[in-house]
């Protein structure tokens, strides 16, 4: 059966511990619904609601770790001759070189070079080789970049 996620080792692991937070707040909100609940009446109690708001949202967040850990398959890093996800990625363009981790979707986080293999610049770059260029659609206008390492 072919998996719907492609996650890295780093990648499982964090939301492994994401999913570990999340069922200990979860405890937390049921004690405070619970705590709310024995203020009487629930039609205006507001700290009620808000609990409840909140079990929503982290029981649909744990349902969505534990679906995509179900459904992942652990990649080790690719080869260093083609670029795939686990892959990171020095490119040079001009004078500036910028280096990006190639991750699923799911992984992806751009504040910590982690992009995406569905994204623009993860789609040029996938299955490239190294001094390979490509050219990558930015909003500042196309531009073209050398591969100057994988690893």
């Given at each position: 059966?072919?998996?719907?996620f ?8 964090e ?6 937070e ?8 049921i004690?405070a619904?619970?705590?709310?609940r ?13 609990a ?10 744990i349902?969505?770790i534990?679906?995509?850990l ?8 690719a ?14 363009g ?8 190639i991750v699923?979707s799911?992984e ?6 982690k992009?995406?293999?569905e994204?623009?610049?993860?789609k040029a ?25 994988i690893a």
């Amino acid at each position: 059966m072919k998996k719907e996620f492609k996650l890295t080792k780093d990648g499982v692991a964090e939301l492994q511990s994401e999913l570990a937070e999340l069922k200990a707040k979860l405890i937390e909100v049921i004690d405070a619904i619970k705590t709310a609940r024995d203020q009487g009446d629930l039609s205006e109690n507001a700290e009620y609601h808000a609990a409840k708001e909140e079990q929503e949202r982290v029981d649909g967040r744990i349902s969505e770790i534990e679906h995509i850990l179900a459904n992942a398959e652990v990649v080790s890093r690719a080869s260093n001759n083609k670029i795939g996800i686990g892959n990171s990625v020095t490119l040079k363009g001009g004078r500036k070189e910028v280096t990006y981790h190639i991750v699923d979707s799911v992984e992806a986080d751009p504040l910590e070079a982690k992009i995406s293999d569905e994204s623009p610049i993860g789609k040029a770059l996938i299955g490239k080789k190294l001094g390979d260029k490509v050219e990558i659609e930015l909003p500042a206008g196309k531009t073209t970049y050398e591969i100057v390492s994988i690893a």
